[in-house]
Structures are given as C-alpha cells and as structure tokens.
C-alpha cells in the first residue's frame, strides 16, 4: 500500500507492505538508524519517535498508521532551524553524561522531549516516572534524570525567549 | 512478521463484515498486544482490519450519570481527560498506570477489553465500576463480559464500540506493578455505587474477579479497616516465577485496602 | 587552537555528538551490498538427542540460500570454541573440557543451543523456513541447578564427565585455616545463593560477516569487546583462516558488561557461512534470542565459615561453592568463579588463613561466563555478609568488627594468603568517609520517621575491594590464562601536529574517546579536539586484547603512556637537531620542545612537521615519521575498592524493599576524568542493585527452561526503582601503573548487592531475619516476614 506522511519535516510518500513495522521501515528502508530496537516486547523504548507529535514505540507501529501523520525521529530533532546546533534536550544529555553506551539513547531523548514539553518544572519524581518505559543499562539513571530536568528548563527557558 | 492482508474499513458497519468474511482474520486497535505477538511469530493472521481509522470510536462523552469512552480512545486521553477526572478520577487514574508513557498514546480501551489479559488495568476497572460494554450489535454487563484467561463474551463479528462507565460514588485503585513488565501483580478496583460497593481483582488470577465478601463489608462500612481482616483464598489464584498464590491472595486484601484508601482520598 | 584538556578535567565526550544524534554505527545499522540474512535454529529443550536434521522443507522455502548444521560444521573440520582458560584441581588434573561445537552435535545441551543455521534473502524468509526445519530430538531429562547437578543419578551432560563436575577446585591453606577454627571464639556460617544473572547490554548481539574471493580476505562485524581476540581464537581455532585473510571490526557497540567479550559461534558459524554462499550474511539477535544465547553471570551456591577469636578478630575464613558453568566452557568461564572468586576472599581485612573449594559444574542452561564483576561481587557477597552475621552473633557493631580487621593504610603492600598482594589502598579512609557522606550518624532520626510511617528502615555496609587491570600476563599464565592479557597502543602524530591513537581496548560506553584523548592531551600538549582514538578494527589497530575486566584505562591507558612518552623521546631528538643542542639538553613542556636555560623552542606541530617532512634531517642517524607504538604488561593487579552505603525501606505490608540513599566512597587510584567515573560508578552500582533486588534468570528443573526469558520477566532496574546517588573518590595511587590508575569499571557491581542485602537484613533484623537471598522481591521478603512473625511453637 502506498502511505504519505512528513518525516522530519519533509513530506514523504512509500509503497509498504502493511506488515512492516515503523522502527524497520525506518532502519531497512530510509536509511535512520537512529531509532534502535532493543527487545521484542516493547519494553526497552530504544525506539521510541513521535508521531504527530506524542512519543510512541516505532517497534510496536504498523507503516500504514505513518498513513496522513507526521514523524519526527532523533534524526528530526534539532536545535534553533539552520543553527546546526542540539535541540537543547540533547545539549542537556551532552552536559550532563546523562548517555554512555548511546543505544538507548534515541529513545531516551525523545521521550525526554515529550515529557517535557508537555510539563514545566518537572520534578525528580516525574522524570522518572516518565522514563518507566525506557530501559538503561549504562548510566543506573541518575545523570539521565539530571539531564532530562536540565534539557527541560531548558526548553522551557527557550520558549519563553 | 509474516505478511498479512490489511484493511481499513471506512465504518463499524464495514469492520464487522470483514471480520465475519475475511478467514483468519483480527481486529487491531492499538496494537499494543497484538503487535509484539505478530513480531514473534506467535500470531499469523492473514488479515488485519484496523480501526483506527475509524473516528467515532474514539472520544470521551457525559451522560450525566455516565461517562461513554469510546473503543479508540488511548488511555493517555483518558488518563488527561478532564471529564473523567473530574467524575470518575480513579479511572484515569487507572489509565495513567498502564504501560508507560508510549503505550498509553497507542493503547486503547477497546482493545484492552477485548483482550482481557489477566493482569491488564481496564478489566478491574470495568467489572470494578459495573460498566456496559457496547459493541456493534449489543450491550453487554461488565459481569457477563469477563470469561477467564483472555476470553470474553464478544462473539465472532462482534466489535466493542465504546463503554460506558457509570458515575459513583467514590472509587479507587491500587495496583502492585510487577515491576518487570509493569502489568498487575494485583490490582484492586473498589466502587462505591449507589446500588452497592463493588470489589475488582486483576493480576491475581486467570482472569478479573469480584470479590464479595470485601462488596458486603465496604457496603457495611466504607473504610479499609472494614476488609483489613478478609482474606482470600489462595486456590486458584497465579503461581508464577514473580509472586506465588499465597503472596497474591495476600496482596489482593492490601491493595483493596489502599484502593478504599484512595477512594476516600 | 584549540585547548589541551588533561587529566582530572571533565570536558564532555567526544562520542557523544553522534549518539545524540542518531547517527552512531552500530553493527545491526551496517548495510552491505547483496546482503543476506541468517537465522539460528535453537534447541526447544534443555538436553535432548539429536538423532537427525530433515532440511528437505527448509532448503525448498522461498528464498533460501543455505541450510547449515553441525554435520556440515563436522564435514569442513572445523574447530571447537575454544576455552582460554585451563584450571587444575588441587592434584594438578586439568579441568574436563569438552568440545563446544558451534552448531550442536549428537545432542543439545541447553535451551537456545545452536543446531542450524539458515540463510535466505530475507529475515522473514530464514525465519519462515527455520520454522520448516524437522529436527527429529529424543528429548532428556534436564538439569539446571548446581545442587542437583552434582547429586547421584542426576541427568549426565557429557558421558566423560562424571557428576557433570568440570574441576574440583581449591585454593588456601586448608590444614591452618582447620587449625585456626580450632582455636575460634566463635565461628560464624552462612549458606547462601548468588543468584543468576543476564547481562542484558542494550544493544542484542549482531553479526555480518563477508568473503572477498578476490583476494581471499574475511571480514567479521561484531558486537565484540575485544575484536582482536575473536580474530585470533575463531581464525586460528576454529575456522583456520589465516590472521591475514580475517579482519574483525567490532564499530559502536551497545553495551557489553562482559556479555561481549567471548568469541560466540555465532560469530564463527556466519564467517563460515558467507563464505559458503558467497554473500554477505547478517543476525541481529532479538532480545528474547539474547536470553537464551548471551552468556549468563553468577549462580552460585555456598557454604562460608568465618572463624573468629574473642575480639572479634578473623582468625579463619572457610568457603565451599558450587558455580555453574551451563552448558559447555565458554571462553573465560572456569576462570571466574575460582581465579577471580577465591583469591578475592580476603576482602579488606587482615584474616590469616583462607580456604576456598569450588566445583565448577556443567548443567543444562546457557553457558556461564563473565558479567560485569565477575567472580569478584560473588566473592564479596559471600564475605561481607558473613562479617554481618558475625557481628550480629557476637554483638559488635558492625562497623566496628570491620575497623577492628581492615587492612590499615600503612600495612601496604599487604600480601594477603590467597595469591594477591594488594599494592595500595586505605580501607578504613574510605569507610570513614563514606560514614560522613551517608549521613549515618542522623540515622536513627530516618529509621524512626520510616517505623511512624509503618515502614522499616535498614542501612547496610560493603567494605570491599577487587582486583583488576586484567592482567599480569605472568601470574594469570601461572592462574590457567592460555595467553597473556597485556595491552598496546600506537600514537600516530600526523604531520601537521594531530593526532591518530590506535588502541586494542574497546570503546563500548565507557568513554574511551574521551578519557584517552585527555591522557594523550595532558603529555603531548596537543589540543583536545585534535586528538582522534581509533579502536575496534584489526585492520586498523595493530593488536589489543579488548575491554573487560576494568582493564582499559589500567593496561591500555598504559600503554598509550608509554607510547606518548616514546613520542617524547623521538621528538627530543628531533628537537636537538633542529635547535642545533644536545639532546641530553632538550626539555619538553606543555607542547614545547626547548633547550634548557635558553628561548630556543620548537612547537610539537614543528616537530611533527619535520619529521614527515624533512629537509634538512639527520637520516643517518634517526628515520623520518613519528609515530610510536608501546605494549604494556602490569607487573600485578590493581586494587580498587572502597565503601558503600545502602539505605533501604521496606514495607512490611507488601514485602516491596525500596532503596532509598547510596552511598559510595571509592578508591579507583587517579582520576583521568571525574564525570566519566562518576558515571561509571552509578552504572556499576546499579547493576549492582539489579542482582540486589530484581533480576534473577530461572529455569525450570526438568525440562531446562528459562521462565525468565524476555524483559517482560526478567526484572531490568528502571529509573522510577532508584534514588539519587552519592558516590566519591577517596584515592590512592596505584603504585605498579603508569598513571596511578587503578580502574573503575566495575567496582559499583562489586560493592552494591551486600551493601544493599546488609541493609535489608538490617531492617529487618528486629524480626529475627539473619540472611535474605537474592534478589529480595516483595514475595520473598513477605515470605519471610510471615514466617519471621509466626508464634515460636511451644514444645
């Protein structure tokens, strides 16, 4: 079937066949190896993107819900447009060591993104509540936190410019 | 994943004439359980027919005495929505402790029902709050909806629409996550209802149950002390590598308990 | 120019521009042209008779190119897996070692043994006729627990295996510790489980092998921690392909935590095949795959006995174990719970007689080998529980038993009676700061504020150390290493003053490009960011043995020390000709070559450029270039260690244990780059905690499968399971490495589980609880809290 959507921005239109799942269309076929797939029973969130803005697990995603939607991946994420520069999340990530291995790094950042763009000021308690469905095995998770609480106020901080 | 056919019907109407013509096939809503089981080859249907094109299904509604949530609707909308928790704040909260942040954009209540895995979140809620399960062709009472280890009453051709939540009283849950996969080791759903408390068990065995001794005491005395000493009785319940039958039957009288707790919050 | 950045700073990594931005190179990201895709048949049952392979339905499924199984394995003669290391009971009778064919032969041995191997052009093709492969299997009874291994009648895995007992292994004087117990005031005894554990690095294993017939080469991508290794043992053992026809690249790798560091069959059997079908040949694991084939970590049953005079000083320490080996030997597996086990018992205290016996056991579960710790966080667990026990049973605070023994700062060297001699290390400095750090004194408030909240609150102590920087190649070879284990680096200046480090260590999240840059940074005065660190690739690295063991920056780091400084001397000479001086005149500082008591300098870039580029040059007398290359073998271990501090909740109602602070004090000898071994520390405690409190692999007796089989199951810590951490440096110098260093890999996994079990007991010590196994789930502490509560039955 054939699906239309905007990935990163640019509009986009692929035969798939419908049993493709979205992390593989996006490794196998559109060459971002950003997004990861860590396990097979989306437990791990190495893999998560947002469609039409809300984070979801690529892995646990049929192509034809691409059908009409809009997909960002970490490929897509980026500071100020034309700046070449970190969207702040991953600046807070660089800052705070808050990713050692990289592999569950993708996953993490967009969550982190989602999170707080949905909350200002989140405190310890959210964020990691809010990571519960994305797994570390590096970093025992404590300069993750910092970095998504800094990566947050950060963003915030930049709205507000 | 082994290739299947796949559909987007435009209507109910539609759906459930493909899924009464079309062999070997399955409905998908969310995904969230059905996807992981195609990925392992656990599933091999030769179609799938996806509702998720399917507006109406998906959308919270007041009834006045009853909140109608629409089959589609993720629980992350339930979980934000205003209405629910504003009416029935147990619901959601309910729905913001399923999964994780991911599932809860895809995953919806239809599907869950549907599914009626042991140790899911919506069954409690549903049997717990005496809900109706409307689907294409009937409504059905949560205690007739529920058959044990993912069976349900739903026959073939048969899709949920939406349920329909009565508005009570005063209503809680406590789940004890099992702290892998996140689901119920337990989860306890009590409801204070104008006709009586209603008590709601998930995780704890082959399927959500009530239990009636706890519905007696909270309808006596709306307080955790009155099922403090209500045990259950472990035969029949889960054994597995996470907690064994004793342990849960344990549980289901502490997370009742704290479910009372946070009813009267 | 930009800045030199040398030791002890924290400038941010290097690696992370590309993590961040997706665009890191893992193995399963690499495409290569006309690539196909392999999938593994595994063994559905525990132990079972092979007694044949029908791949008539296979072999005629759309799409596929080859179906392989060990007759074909057979028919090619090829090798065993081999084991690299060989150990000796106490007569000196080798271990048994078995053949570990790479798809099984005559007989699966676990679930998730190799025993076919499809080829097709696509994944979902090689996996829809694996699914047609007719294995015909005579399925046998399993067995999966040292205990029952070892019984009489018990399932046999290999007929010249008697008792499925590999090596009956000791170490310790056994006749003093005897006489020693003897004389005890008190002896305290503890029987315990170290639990199973899976790695679970992120990132599931990957392969993609391919074969130029053009000029006869292999190439081997790997998820590997030591790519040179794989090279060497699959190259010449196994598939006897010259070491100049493979090349191995092991790229960006996800995570290993010593789940990577073996060479895997996997590996061997796609190098084979794509030779075979003569195309590229791809496996990614799944994660579930990856339970049932990465090497597992721990499971071990023992008995200890400490012995103890009237004050409380240890007189004996006595230690029984029975570990799993599962299956068959992988490549370091004998060597972890002895080498890296027994000679740890010393811990960091003053016991004069030690003996330790281990039987190391075949079972039918996946092969055990090393998982982050190795051999050591069991030897701890084993030690500073019992020194829990004992001071319990003899009414010492437990800090103070430990003071009472601890190795004091100045008894180093301290040469303990199980092999190690210790260089350095201030046990009781640590343990005083961490006092401080964790706030012990104001515990008693937060106990009373948990119990108004019905909650009990516990604090546990871990006063350890390790040994690593693996490894003295000398004294391993004396252990049963089958090779030396030293490290080398070449430090390329480019001719315009950069510079390329080619390294045998592995980068996989420890932050190799970072730390190394910093290290070459600090000596030559070259700008950071002109520094680049090249690993993982046999073509481009000369030889290196990987990462394991907290052995990169110990060996590794050393010999890039030593290559920088033969840099420093090549450059004198440049120096001294160019500046017209004597070379015994010549002084290098902060990236300048000067001679002494003039202003007559040349800049490194300078240096660099006449000798690449030379005109006038003293040929006769030194070659143009400057690039050196320097191997390192340390003289013996290094010794971290330290203290932790575990402070935990329980909530008697449910039984859920919650960690609630950590601390830990830690010595890890100099300090290249604090963030990166704050880092490391939180990730190693974690791990810890993990073993602690969540994960266990089980199996069930009898038919030999694992219950714990996907994240679903198996307990991984998650963030929301965690409190903030407080970790530190108490350092001193190692007094064997070039730099002092002494590695912080893994010395978190080594402290944490005893910190954290201590601290459970603690809390529920008031009940009576003396020992709660691993991992302390809410049913296990409820179990035991039910029977704790039960009336004392009257007689």
Redesign the interface.
């Known amino acids: 079937m054939q699906i239309s959507f905007t990935l990163n921005g640019r509009p986009t239109t692929m035969d798939v066949d419908p049993a493709t799942l979205v992390a593989e269309l996006l490794r196998e076929r559109l060459n971002l190896t950003g997004t990861h797939i860590g396990c097979d029973t989306s437990q791990c969130g190495a893999c998560v993107v947002h469609l039409d803005g809300l984070p979801v697990k690529s892995c646990t995603l049929l192509a034809p819900a691409l059908d009409g939607a809009t997909l960002v991946t970490i490929e897509g994420l980026q500071g100020a447009p034309g700046s070449n520069r970190l969207h702040p999340m991953q600046e807070a990530f660089r800052e705070n060591h808050g990713l050692q291995c990289g592999f569950c790094t993708p996953g993490m950042v967009m969550t982190a993104v989602a999170l707080a763009r949905d909350k200002p000021g989140l405190t310890e308690a959210e964020v990691r509540h809010g990571l519960e469905g994305n797994i570390c095995r590096c970093t025992g998770y404590q300069n993750i936190v910092l970095s998504v609480m800094a990566g947050a106020d950060a963003m915030h901080a930049a709205k507000g410019e | ?6 559909h ?1 019907p435009g209507g109910i109407p539609e759906a459930a004439k493909l899924l009464s013509s079309v062999a070997e096939s399955k409905l ?1 809503a969310g ?2 359980t059905l ?2 089981t ?4 656990l599933a091999q249907p030769e179609a ?1 027919i ?1 509702l ?1 094109s399917l507006a109406d299904l998906r959308g919270i509604s007041d009834d006045g005495a009853t909140i109608t949530i629409g089959a589609m609707t993720p629980h ?1 909308q339930v979980a934000a929505s205003e209405l629910v928790r504003g009416k029935i704040p147990a619901l959601a909260a309910l729905a913001s402790m399923i ?5 809860r ?2 995953g919806t209540i239809g599907g869950s029902v549907a599914n009626n895995d042991p140790a899911a979140d919506y069954p409690a809620g549903t049997l717990g709050l005496g809900a109706t399960i409307v689907t294409n062709a009937r409504e059905i009472a949560a205690d007739a909806f529920f058959l044990g280890l993912f069976e349900t009453a739903l026959e073939a051709g048969e899709i949920i629409t939406g349920i329909r939540f009565p508005v009570p009283l005063k209503a809680g849950y406590a789940k ?1 996550k099992a ?5 119920a080791l337990v989860g306890v759903f009590v409801a204070q209802l104008p006709a009586g408390v209603r008590v709601a068990v998930t995780g704890a065995g082959a399927g959500v149950f009530r239990v009636p001794p706890m519905e007696a005491a909270l309808s006596n005395n709306f307080d955790a002390s009155a099922i403090a000493a209500i045990k259950i009785d472990a035969d029949g319940l889960t054994s ?5 039958a004793d ?1 849960r039957a ?2 289901v009288t ?1 997370m009742a308990k704290r479910a009372v707790g946070a009813a009267l919050g | 120019m930009g800045n030199v950045i040398g030791i002890g700073a924290a400038p941010k990594r290097k690696e992370d521009q590309r993590f961040l931005t997706g665009r890191g190179n893992y193995v399963s990201d690499i495409k290569r042209p006309g690539m196909t895709a392999g999938v593994f048949v595994r063994s559905p049952h525990g132990h079972a008779v092979i007694r044949g392979i029908d791949k008539t339905a296979a072999l005629a499924a759309p799409g596929v190119i080859a179906v392989l199984s060990g007759e074909d394995v057979a028919a090619d003669g090829l090798g065993s897996l081999p084991c690299g290391w060989g150990i000796s009971d106490a007569q000196g009778v080798p271990m048994k070692e078995p053949p570990f064919p790479m798809l099984a032969q005559g007989k699966a041995r676990f679930v998730g043994d190799m025993v076919a191997f499809v080829v097709a052009e696509t994944a979902e093709q090689a996996n829809s006729a694996a699914e047609l492969l007719n294995v015909d299997y005579e399925v046998l009874p399993s067995v999966v627990g040292v205990l029952e291994a070892v019984r009489p009648g018990a399932p046999q895995l290999f007929d010249d295996v008697p008792n499925n007992i590999c090596c009956d292994w000791e170490l310790g004087d056994k006749a003093a510790v005897e006489t020693a117990f003897r004389k005890a005031a008190h002896v305290a005894r503890l029987s315990l489980v170290n639990n199973r554990l899976i790695g679970n690095p992120m990132e599931p294993r990957a392969a993609i092998a391919e074969y130029e017939p053009g000029t006869d080469r292999h190439t081997l991508w790997s998820t590997s921690q030591f790519p040179h290794v794989v090279r060497f043992l699959m190259g010449a053992l196994v598939l006897n392909i010259p070491q100049h026809k493979l090349r191995v690249v092991a790229p960006d790798v996800g995570g290993g935590f010593g789940v990577k560091q073996f060479h895997y069959g996997e590996e061997a059997v796609i190098t084979w095949a794509a030779r075979r079908v003569m195309r590229p040949v791809k496996w990614v694991a799944s994660r579930s795959e990856g339970y049932v084939s990465d090497r597992h970590g721990r499971d071990h049953v023992t008995e200890a006995e400490l012995a103890l005079d009237e004050h409380g000083k240890f007189l004996a320490f006595r230690v029984k174990t029975l570990a799993n080996m599962g299956g068959y030997l992988s490549t370091f597996g004998p060597n972890i719970p002895t080498n890296l086990y027994g000679p740890l018992l010393g811990g960091v205290y003053t016991t004069p007689a030690i003996y330790c016996n281990v039987k190391v056991v075949f079972t039918n579960t996946v092969p055990v080998d090393a998982y982050r710790g190795a051999g050591r966080p069991e030897a701890t667990f084993v030690l500073e529980r019992i020194v829990d026990v004992a001071a319990t049973e003899m009414g010492i605070d437990r800090v103070e038993l430990r003071r009472r023994n601890m190795i004091p700062k100045e008894a180093y060297p301290y040469q303990t009676p199980v092999l190690v001699q210790y260089d350095s290390g201030d046990p009781i400095g640590c343990l005083d700061g961490a006092l401080v750090a964790a706030d012990v004194k104001n515990f008693g408030v937060r106990k009373a504020a948990s119990a108004r909240k019905g909650k009990f609150r516990g604090l546990g102590y871990s006063t350890y150390v390790e040994a690593c920087g693996l490894a003295p190649s000398r004294f391993a070879g004396r252990l049963g290493a089958r090779g030396g284990l030293y490290e080398s680096a070449t430090v390329r200046v480019h001719p315009t003053g950069q510079v390329t480090v080619m390294i045998g260590t592995h980068n996989h999240g420890q932050g190799h490009e970072t730390t190394f840059a910093q290290i070459v940074s600090d000596k030559l005065g070259v700008a950071f960011e002109n520094i680049d660190i090249v690993f993982g690739d046999t073509d481009r690295v000369q030889f290196g043995m990987g990462t394991y063991g907290s052995r990169s920056l110990v060996v590794g780091g050393a010999a890039l020390s030593k290559a920088t400084d033969k840099v420093i001397v090549k450059g004198k000479k440049i120096a001294a000709h160019l500046l017209e001086a004597s070379e015994m005149d010549i002084q290098f500082e902060a990236g300048k070559f000067s001679v002494a008591g003039t202003d007559r300098t040349k800049t490194f870039e300078e240096i660099a450029g006449a000798a690449y580029v030379p005109h006038d040059y003293p040929l006769e007398v030194l070659e143009p270039g400057l690039e050196e290359q320097a191997y390192y073998d340390p003289v013996n271990f290094t010794y971290p260690g330290g203290c932790h501090i575990a402070e935990v909740e329980v909530d008697p109602e449910t039984g859920t244990v919650t960690l609630v602070n950590y601390t830990a004090v830690d010595d890890v000898g100099t300090v290249i780059n604090p963030m990166i071994v704050e880092g490391q520390l939180h990730g190693g405690i974690v791990q810890g905690v993990g073993q602690a409190l969540y994960e266990n692999a089980v199996y069930d007796e009898g038919s030999g499968q694992l219950l714990s089989g996907s994240l679903m199951d198996y307990c991984m810590p998650r963030a929301d399971h965690l409190p903030m951490m407080t970790v530190a440096t108490h350092s001193t110098l190692c007094t064997h490495t070039p730099m002092g260093v002494k590695g912080c890999g893994e010395v978190g996994t080594i402290g944490s589980p005893a910190a954290v079990i201590n601290a459970v007991v603690d809390a529920l010590s008031h009940l009576g609880v003396t020992h709660v196994d691993m991992p302390a789930t809410p049913n296990r502490i409820w179990r035991l809290l039910q029977n704790a509560s039960l009336p004392v039955a009257a007689e």
């Open positions: 994943m082994k290739s299947f056919a796949y987007q998908v995904g969230m996807i992981p195609l990925k392992q080859r799938l996806d998720s992350a999964g994780d942040p991911a599932v954009n895809r004890f702290p892998a996969s996140r689901y597995d590598i996470h907690a064994e342990y344990h549980l502490v």
